[in-house]
Nanobody, 118 residues
Framework: QVQLVESGGGSVQPGGSLRLSCLASGLAFSTYSMAWFRQAPGMERQFVAVIGSGGRSYVAEYVEDRFTITRDNAKNTVHLEMHSLRPADTAVYYC????????????WGPGTQVTVSS
């Protein structure tokens, strides 16, 4: 059974930083593409970043100068480093996984809340 569990969310002041982590189990982690999405209240889910099985990554333009995605295949973990956080970054952040040959992300974590507020 595939499980994705996010951690590292919390409350931070504007300008602060957070590091989200997603621990995956039940899958051949190194062969999966991993991604982060977010969803703010009343808004649609939004793509944030993706990292392929080979380590190549892409971060959405609206956060590419502040967010970084990395993976540690030895620990079955993917991270999202977030800096210079803004109130607009407030959302539930979700980790997702898919096989490279599949179009849509197959597996999702329950999410972790990030709140940016003074």
């Amino acid at each position: 059974q595939v499980q994705l569990v996010e951690s590292g969310g919390g409350s931070v002041q504007p300008g602060g930083s957070l590091r989200l982590s997603c621990l995956a189990s039940g899958l051949a982690f190194s062969t999966y593409s991993m991604a982060w999405f977010r969803q703010a209240p009343g808004m649609e889910r939004q793509f944030v970043a993706v990292i392929g099985s080979g380590g190549r990554s892409y971060v959405a333009e609206y956060v590419e100068d502040r967010f970084t995605i990395t993976r540690d295949n030895a620990k079955n973990t993917v991270h999202l480093e977030m800096h210079s956080l803004r109130p607009a970054d407030t959302a539930v952040y979700y980790c997702a996984a898919k096989q490279p040959t599949v179009r849509d992300f197959e597996y999702w974590g329950p999410g972790t809340q990030v709140t940016v507020s003074s």
